[in-house]
C-alpha cells in the first residue's frame, strides 16, 4: 500500500506541474502545487483505501486539504492562492467516470431494446450523478478554506 500511495503522490505531483505550466505562473510555483497536489491526492487515496469512505466525501476532504494548503503556502510563494489551488485539483477531476457516463449515453441511443436501455440507462445516470458530486464537492472543499482565511488568501500578492 506505501507503494501505490508513493506512485499516486508521484503522479499527481508532475500532472498538477504540467498543469500549473499551462497556466504559465512564476517558476517557483510549480513545487508548490507539485506538493499540494501528492498531499490531497494522497489524502482521497488513503480515505478511500484505508478508510473505505466514498470517492465524493474523500474529494471533498482531499479538496479542503488542498485549498488549507493553497492559502497557507501562497504568501511564501508569493504567488496568489488561485495559482497553486486549480493546478493541484486537476489531477483530481473524475475521468474516467465522465467517460463512462458519456459511453453508456451512446449506448442507450444504440440498443433499442427495452432492457439494454435501462441498463445503460442506469449506468449512465450512475456515473454522471458520481461524475457530478465529486466535481461539487471538489469546488466546495477548494473554496471553503478560501472563505475562513480571507486575510492570508488575499495577502499574498500584496507588498508585506
Same mark, same amino acid.
Given at each position: 500500500?506505501?507503494?501505490?500511495?508513493?506512485?499516486?503522490?508521484?503522479?499527481?505531483?508532475?500532472?498538477?506541474?504540467?498543469?500549473?505550466?499551462?497556466? =504559465?505562473?512564476?517558476?517557483?510555483?510549480?513545487?508548490?502545487?507539485?506538493?499540494?497536489?501528492?498531499?490531497?491526492?494522497?489524502?482521497?487515496?488513503?480515505?478511500?483505501?484505508?478508510?473505505?469512505?466514498?470517492?465524493?466525501?474523500?474529494?471533498?476532504? $482531499?479538496? $479542503?486539504?488542498?485549498?488549507?494548503?493553497?492559502?497557507?503556502?501562497?504568501?511564501? $510563494?508569493?504567488?496568489?492562492?488561485?495559482?497553486?489551488?486549480?493546478?493541484?485539483?486537476?489531477?483530481?477531476?473524475?475521468?474516467?467516470?465522465?467517460?463512462?457516463?458519456?459511453?453508456?449515453?451512446?449506448?442507450?441511443?444504440?440498443?433499442?431494446?427495452?432492457?439494454?436501455?435501462?441498463?445503460?440507462?442506469?449506468?449512465? $445516470? =450512475? =456515473?454522471?450523478?458520481?461524475?457530478?458530486?465529486?466535481?461539487?464537492?471538489?469546488?466546495?472543499?477548494?473554496?471553503?478554506?478560501?472563505?475562513?482565511?480571507?486575510?492570508?488568501?488575499?495577502?499574498?500578492?500584496?507588498?508585506?
Amino acid at each position: 500500500m506505501v507503494v501505490e500511495l508513493f506512485q499516486d503522490a508521484l503522479f499527481a505531483a508532475v500532472a498538477a506541474i504540467g498543469f500549473s505550466a499551462i497556466s =504559465n505562473p512564476p517558476r517557483r510555483a510549480y513545487l508548490y502545487c507539485a506538493l499540494i497536489a501528492a498531499a490531497g491526492h494522497s489524502l482521497r487515496f488513503c480515505l478511500m483505501h484505508s478508510a473505505g469512505w466514498h470517492i465524493v466525501l474523500s474529494s471533498l476532504c $482531499a479538496a $479542503a486539504l488542498i485549498g488549507l494548503l493553497a492559502v497557507l503556502f501562497s504568501p511564501h $510563494a508569493r504567488i496568489p492562492a488561485e495559482s497553486a489551488l486549480y493546478p493541484a485539483l486537476l489531477p483530481m477531476i473524475p475521468g474516467i467516470y465522465a467517460y463512462k457516463t458519456f459511453g453508456a449515453l451512446v449506448m442507450c441511443m444504440y440498443y433499442g431494446g427495452e432492457k439494454e436501455f435501462l441498463h445503460y440507462f442506469y449506468l449512465f $445516470a =450512475n =456515473n454522471g450523478l458520481t461524475t457530478f458530486f465529486i466535481l461539487l464537492a471538489m469546488v466546495v472543499g477548494a473554496t471553503i478554506p478560501m472563505f475562513l482565511l480571507p486575510k492570508i488568501s488575499f495577502q499574498a500578492t500584496r507588498q508585506l
